[in-house]
């Protein structure tokens, strides 16, 4: 699947997972490290964690979505829209976490 850096990241936080079976990015919850959970979309037992998804080669890394080839049929869904969003929380969460209070 070709996915961005920040959608791997948003996938990782998120526990999604990868079914090599049909795939589909999964949104069950996922360990990193998991391997032969059930996929919600196909219903095979070959959905694993987004983390060994990248261990085991079958994600491909680009800079922009605009770097995919024209023929790729396998894109990572996540829009960017959500990834600004969830980069947004995390790092609010993270100011608020560690920035004293005034």
């Known amino acids: 699947m070709y996915i961005t850096f920040n959608q791997f990241h948003i996938a990782n ?7 090599t079976s ?10 990193p490290d998991a391997q032969n959970y059930e996929c919600e979309h ?3 037992h070959t959905s694993m964690g987004i983390e060994w998804a990248m261990v085991c080669d079958e994600l491909t890394f680009v ?3 605009d770097d995919v080839p024209d023929d790729a049929v396998n894109i990572c869904p996540l829009q ?3 990834v600004h969003s969830v980069l947004e929380r995390e790092s609010k969460a993270w100011l608020e976490k560690w ?3 005034r």
């Open 80 to 82: 960017d829209d959500a």
């Open 13 to 19: 936080a998120s526990n999604y997972g990868y079914c």
């Open 42 to 44: 196909c219903g095979a």
């Open 22 to 31: 049909c795939n589909q990015m999964t949104e069950d919850f996922h360990e």
């Open 63 to 65: 800079d922009s979505l």
């Open 99 to 101: 920035l004293p209070k």
